[in-house]
């Protein structure tokens, strides 16, 4: 019998996260306090996050034990299916093999929660009542909201205003699980006041978001700031994909030539990503590839160097590739791929060449996220829709050179809640985009200078 779908038991569930860090090609450059350029301690960290992921953050562990009650939650839709995509490669007539690991069965639509459960977990164990946080195109603030809800916290998002108006019924999901959720930039922040000031029609941004939940948690006593992609320790959290797709992959009795996934801050593509990369530096041919948009070309347009995370500046600096912290990429419908930079760990191996990446407009992208509904028939979110793209491009190279290769991606979520942009697409209505050379040269010349560089 021909297999669609490899599913492990909830016995086989990982019981321990990976940390890249011990296993990196040289170490990750500190973050570092923006006024003396001198790296931070523990304790610089400690008024926006619990202890725990503080330590996570900084951890040499390679492996990190996941927490019962962590677990207990993770098996309302884990560990999920991987997926053998028979329909897609019969439409595309490639002699590839295509799966895909399917994050999309959690409760708030992708593979968000993975972290969010967690951090929820270690903020509640240490006392905390309210976790803020930003939100792009509404799935971070749903997972947040889901996960706060479980384990009884309160939830507040600051939600970038153009996605708070495109996508209304995510902000009603967040509603549903107890979340309050506010258009940003907002007049509940000085951040927020001061870009409302610059500019009272802004779109809105991830940077400008951040900016106002961190000043949010940083100013009250009981509630800390959480964040849904960048940092290590939502890297780690990210890793129970991996583990699974590598336990699913040997069950099928296949060894992946091709990862591919989407990249906003890095989270879904490092956690599907990083349990094969040992393997890739031990010296098996693997290629590791990046998805991102033209809109929002980070990696592969952007500097590695140390940038702020946020608008503001009031993040720590970042060594990372970075469009500038003041970029504000155009509305594209893929709101979760606009943020300026991306998580370090990933920078770092993408540096190294260990991981490639490569940009699409969004019209191809939308066609390949349409295909693969009428062959497999799940409706992508848009920014998964990137690694679909990865995906039929690898595939039908394959079918040019008749290689049987085995390429695998990440599903990260369904598309439920953008049916605008679909219709958008349908319609004609979307434009591609590519950032202007000197709209992304002036945004760069503001750089951050690095005291002691
Ligand atoms: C479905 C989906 N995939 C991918 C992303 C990009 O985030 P990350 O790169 O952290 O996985 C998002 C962000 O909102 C998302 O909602």
Redesign the pocket.
């Known amino acids: 019998m021909e297999n669609y779908r490899i599913s492990l038991s909830e016995a086989e569930l990982p019981q321990e996260w990976y940390n890249i860090q011990p296993d990196l090609p040289r170490p990750l450059p500190p973050y570092l306090n923006p006024a003396t350029g001198q790296p931070l301690g523990p304790q610089d960290l400690a008024p926006i996050f619990p202890r725990a992921l503080i330590e996570q953050e900084l951890s040499p562990e390679r492996f990190i034990p996941i927490p019962e009650e962590v677990l207990r939650v993770y098996r309302l839709w884990r560990p999920t299916p991987l997926h053998r995509a028979r329909r897609l490669e019969e439409a595309l007539k490639t002699p590839a093999r295509i799966y895909y690991k399917n994050?999309?069965v959690s409760p708030p639509?992708?593979?968000?929660p993975n972290t969010a459960v967690a951090q929820a977990y270690y903020n509640k164990v240490e006392g905390v009542r309210r976790l803020a946080t930003e939100?792009?195109?509404?799935?971070?603030g749903c997972a947040l909201a889901f996960a706060c809800n479980l384990l009884g916290l309160e939830c507040t998002v600051y939600m970038v205003k153009v996605s708070y108006y495109q996508k209304p019924y995510r902000r009603s999901l967040m509603h549903i699980w107890g979340a309050e959720v506010y258009p940003s930039p907002t007049d509940r922040t000085n951040a927020g006041r001061a870009m409302l000031a610059e500019d009272p029609d802004t779109t809105g941004s991830l940077g400008m978001a951040i900016s106002e939940a961190v000043e949010d948690a940083a100013t009250h006593e009981d509630t800390k700031y959480s964040l849904?992609?960048?940092l290590n320790h939502?890297m780690l959290h990210?890793t129970i994909v991996g583990l699974e797709t590598k336990e699913q992959l040997a069950l099928a009795g296949e060894t992946p030539d091709i990862l591919i996934?989407?990249?906003?801050?890095?989270?879904?593509?490092?956690?599907f990503s990083f349990p094969f990369v040992p393997d890739k530096l031990k010296g098996r041919d693997l290629r590791i590839i990046a998805v991102e948009p033209t809109a929002c070309p980070t990696l592969t347009r952007g500097q590695y160097t140390y940038d702020f995370g946020d608008t503001a500046k009031l993040t720590p600096l970042i060594m990372m590739y970075t469009l500038g912290h003041s970029f504000v990429p155009p509305g594209i419908h893929?709101?979760?791929?606009r943020?300026h930079g991306?998580?370090p760990l990933l920078c770092l191996l993408v540096h190294e060449k260990v991981i490639e990446a490569r940009a699409y407009p969004q019209t191809p992208v939308f066609a390949a996220a349409r295909l693969f509904a009428q062959t497999e028939g799940i409706i992508?979110?848009?920014?998964?829709a990137h690694a679909i793209q990865g995906a039929v491009e690898e595939a039908v190279r394959c079918r040019e050179t008749g290689e049987e290769k085995c390429i695998v991606f990440n599903f990260?979520?369904?598309?439920h809640f953008d049916l605008a942009a679909y219709d958008a697409y349908l319609e004609g209505k979307l434009e591609d985009f590519e950032y202007p050379p000197e709209v992304l040269a002036r945004s760069l010349a503001e750089l951050p200078k690095v005291p002691g560089t």
């Open positions: 994050e999309s639509g992708s593979h968000k939100t792009g195109a509404g799935q971070w849904g992609s960048v939502v990210q996934g989407c990249v906003g801050g890095g989270s879904n593509f490092a956690g893929a709101g979760g791929l943020y991306d998580a992508p979110a848009p920014e998964t990260s979520g369904h598309g």
